[in-house]
Every structure is written in structure tokens, then in C-alpha cells.
């Protein structure tokens, strides 16, 4: 059965450094990976999606992922942290038909 | 462009009391849709998905019942809440493997 894992429940960084958003997936085959954020009571948006073309993936206000098939991982950056990124953050995998989702890892954003 | 729909924003109901949350989807036909429960300090928990009119998965037991009358309308019922049940509920849909997720807003249910 397909899982994911989000390694880190909160992450803390000072404006201005790098952001590293931990996910690892579980599957028989390569599936499709989401970056998705959510701000408070909010729905999600999607921040970037992996479908099996390049294996670095951008995304929306500056995020990236890097598909590494042999780690089984997509972890999420960002080379400079702003205020506004502090968000909860969601790693998703589609298998099979069905959305699945990490547990989440929260982003604050130090002054 | 696809949207979805999903009242109420926030909702409190008393233990026992029937619920009924209505997610309605405009600009795209037969698609996946979903409904995930998001409780406090907890990740997003699948709680059905549904490939077509009539056509629902169960992802856990629980107290809740799912719902697709049309193809754009998915309805989360209960006929008796429990404290348990309170949460941020969101309505999903999809396109099939590969495509990403559109989100309605969320409705937030608080049992007391």
C-alpha cells in the first residue's frame, strides 16, 4: 500500500535561509508526488507536482523538489525563507487512483 | 477552470445531532472526489473518494457516511455526531493519477 512521510512535524528558520521540507513516499512503482501548502483555515494549494518528467521540480514563489527515486524521497526547498511562507506544508503521492497525504509539517519563519 | 464549492464555513452542532456537509463542483465533469478530515495538530485523513455517481470507497470505520447522488455534488452525512467528529473538513477532486487536487475551502465542525 502506498504511504507517505513527512519526516519533521515543525520546522523552524530565520527570513532570509534555506528551507529543506522532508517527504518520503512508499509505492510499487513511481507514482505522482504533490508539494501542497495550507494556511490557516484554508484549503490547500498546490505548490509543485512530480509526473515522472525531470526528477527537479519548480514551483510556485520559489519552491523546488528533487525527485530521488532510489531514496524514495521529494523533499521540499527553498533557497531563502520569507514571512509569508509560514504555512502548513503537505507532501501527497496519487497511486492507483487515490490521494494520499502526509501527516504535514509546519513552517515558521523567524524575524 | 474548476471550483469547488462547500458550505457551511463553520458549523457547531451538539453530540447526537444529525450533519450534512454539501460539496458542489463547477467546470469539469465526472471527476475523483474526495473528503479528507483534518483534525487539530494532525495531518489530512482520507475519509472517502468517490470515482462516479453512486460509486463511494471507505477509507476508515468510522461514524460518518459518504454520498454522490451527481456527478458534481458529494455529500458527508452523519445521523449522529460524536466529539470526536469535530475537525476541518475538506472536499477534493482530481482528474486521475498524475493530475493535481482542487480544494474547496473547508468547513470547520465543532461537535460541543
Known amino acids: 500500500a502506498q504511504s507517505v512521510t513527512q519526516l519533521d512535524s515543525h520546522v523552524s528558520v530565520s527570513e532570509g535561509t534555506p528551507v529543506l521540507l522532508r517527504c518520503n513516499y512508499s509505492?510499487?512503482?513511481?507514482?505522482?508526488l504533490f508539494w501542497y501548502v495550507q494556511h490557516p483555515n484554508k484549503g490547500l494549494q498546490l505548490l509543485l507536482k512530480?509526473?515522472?518528467?525531470?526528477?527537479l521540480v519548480k514551483g510556485i514563489n520559489g519552491f523546488e523538489a528533487e525527485f530521488k527515486k532510489s531514496e524514495t524521497s521529494f523533499h521540499l526547498t527553498k533557497p531563502s525563507a520569507h514571512m509569508s511562507d509560514a504555512a502548513e506544508y503537505f507532501c501527497?503521492?496519487?497511486?492507483?487512483?487515490?490521494?494520499?497525504f502526509g501527516q504535514g509539517t509546519e513552517l515558521s519563519v523567524k524575524p | 477552470s474548476q471550483t469547488i464549492h462547500q458550505w457551511p464555513a463553520t458549523l457547531v452542532q451538539p453530540v447526537g445531532s444529525p450533519l450534512s456537509l454539501e460539496c458542489t463542483v463547477e467546470?469539469?465533469?465526472?471527476?475523483?472526489l474526495y473528503w479528507y478530515r483534518q483534525a487539530a495538530g494532525r495531518g489530512l485523513q482520507l475519509l472517502f473518494y468517490?470515482?462516479?455517481?453512486?460509486?463511494i470507497s471507505s477509507e476508515v470505520p468510522q461514524n460518518l457516511s459518504a454520498s454522490r447522488p451527481q456527478d458534481r455534488q458529494f455529500i458527508l452525512s452523519s445521523k449522529k455526531l460524536l466529539l470526536s467528529d469535530s475537525g476541518f473538513y475538506l472536499c477534493?477532486?482530481?482528474?486521475?493519477?498524475?493530475?493535481?487536487?482542487?480544494f474547496g475551502q473547508g468547513t470547520r465542525l465543532t461537535v460541543v
Open positions: 477534493a477532486l482530481d482528474r486521475g493519477q498524475g493530475t493535481e487536487a482542487f
Open positions: 501527497a503521492s496519487n497511486q492507483g487512483g487515490k490521494l494520499i
Open positions: 468517490s470515482i462516479g455517481i453512486d460509486q
Open positions: 512530480y509526473t515522472s518528467a525531470a526528477t
Open positions: 509505492s510499487s512503482y513511481s507514482p505522482s
Open positions: 467546470g469539469t465533469s465526472n471527476p475523483n
